[in-house]
Nanobody, 124 residues
Framework: QVQLVESGGGLVQAGGSLRLSCAAS????????MGWFRQAPGKEREFVSSIGWTGGSIYYADAVKGRFTISRENGKNTVFLQMNSLKPEDTAVYYCAAGRLSSSFLYTSGINDWGKGTLVTVSS
C-alpha cells in the first residue's frame, strides 16, 4: 500500500499555471505507475494523465494534451503535474493515484491507492 498526499492546488486566473505535487510513502514507490485524475462539481472522476514507473509510458487525456505535463522523481517519491494555460473547465479536485500499469489508468482501472485530493480553481 502507498499513501499519497497531494499539494499545490489553489486559485489561478485563466491562462495561468499551477504545479501539483503528490508525495508518496513507502519504499516501493518506484515500482508503481502514478497518475492524476480530477473531479469537477457534479461530474464523475476522470482521467488526466499517467506515467509508468520508469518515467516512460506517459498518457494524457485529450482535454489536457499540450497544456499539462506529468513527471516523477523516484528518489523523492514524488510525482508532479505541471498545468499551463489553465481554463475555467480545468476547475476540479485533482487526485493522485498509484497502480501497476499506466495504460490502465485511462480506464480508471488498476488503481491501488488514491490520495485525498487538492482543489484547483480557475477563474475566468
Amino acid at each position: 500500500q502507498v499513501q499519497l498526499v497531494e499539494s499545490g492546488g489553489g486559485l489561478v486566473q485563466a491562462g495561468g499555471s499551477l504545479r501539483l505535487s503528490c508525495a508518496a510513502s513507502g519504499r516501493t514507490f518506484s515500482r508503481y505507475a502514478m497518475g492524476w485524475f480530477r473531479q469537477a462539481p457534479g461530474k464523475e472522476r476522470e482521467f488526466v494523465s499517467s506515467i509508468g514507473w520508469t518515467g516512460g509510458s506517459i498518457y494524457y487525456a485529450d482535454a489536457v494534451k499540450g497544456r499539462f505535463t506529468i513527471s516523477r522523481e523516484n528518489g523523492k517519491n514524488t510525482v508532479f503535474l505541471q498545468m499551463n494555460s489553465l481554463k475555467p473547465e480545468d476547475t476540479a479536485v485533482y487526485y493522485c493515484a498509484a497502480g501497476r500499469l499506466s495504460s490502465s489508468f485511462l480506464y480508471t482501472s488498476g488503481i491501488n491507492d488514491w490520495g485525498k485530493g487538492t482543489l484547483v480553481t480557475v477563474s475566468s
